[in-house]
């Protein structure tokens, strides 16, 4: 779908490949494809919002000291009202469905959601609202704001490294391709499960890593 998306909008923007009317990966030279710069300044102030096709969640729960468990949470909707000249400024709201868990071992996502772990009857959702943007570099910076699971609030700061930000190319709901600004990153934190509630599996320090793309939809 991506790849159909990208090769009509590369036809429809470039009058050589409108003229060509192969439509192989070979028409499209790599020159063709708008790339993301390494350089948040890149990407235009504005309301952007995240790109659930571009974006995963996953958490890594240690597995009582013998291993580590990775889990993907599949429903994620997230805005950013981004300032590139003064980012302290923006500010991030998102939303986590907590019964979308993707999990090798059939059936441990339905445990989860039970009463005695997540509880997702009593807290469907967790949710991320930022109280502080702090650029370090060009590529990387930190984003803090109050995080909250199964109804407890609690400061977390992630550490953001930015993938790439520009023009380039997105799908509006039908497919259709449009160019727009975009800004993609990964964010990682850690949070002790302790002060979400969680029972007494899970009393070690857990990852999460967040990689996601926000663009400009009209």
């Known amino acids: 779908m991506l790849y159909r998306v990208i090769l009509a909008a590369a036809l429809a923007a470039s009058p050589v490949l409108a003229e060509n009317q192969q439509t192989d990966a070979e028409t499209i030279a790599p ?6 710069q390494s350089d948040y300044h890149a990407a235009a102030a504005g309301q952007y919002r995240m790109d659930p096709l571009h974006t995963a969640v996953l958490v890594r729960v240690p597995h009582m000291n013998f291993s580590i468990s990775v889990l993907r949470f599949n429903e994620v909707a ?3 009202d981004w300032n590139p000249d003064s980012p302290a400024t923006s500010q991030l709201d ?3 469905q907590m019964e979308s868990i993707s999990t090798p071992a059939p059936g441990f996502a339905d445990f989860l959601y039970g009463a005695d ?3 997702t009857a009593q807290f469907p959702e967790a949710t991320f609202r930022s109280t502080d943007f ?18 407890q609030t609690n400061p977390a700061t992630f550490d953001v490294t930015l993938v790439g930000a ?8 039908a497919g259709n391709p449009f160019i727009t600004d975009l800004i993609g990153m990964t964010a990682v934190t850690t949070i002790d499960p302790q002060a979400y509630g969680l029972n007494a599996f899970f009393t070690d320090p857990i990852d999460i890593q967040i990689d996601g793309e926000f663009g400009v939809h009209p």
Do not use: K, Q
């Not at 020159?31 to 993301?36: K, S």
């Not at 702090?134 to 109804?151: N, Q, R, Y």
């Not at 520009?166 to 709901?173: F, L």
């Open 31 to 36: 020159a063709d494809v708008p790339r993301g």
């Open 78 to 80: 997230a805005t950013l």
């Open 166 to 173: 520009g023009r380039g190319y997105a799908g509006d709901e």
């Open 94 to 96: 998102a939303t986590v």
């Open 117 to 119: 772990y997540l509880n």
């Open 134 to 151: 702090a650029a370090e570099s060009d590529t990387a910076g930190t984003v803090t704001g109050d995080l909250t699971i199964m109804g």
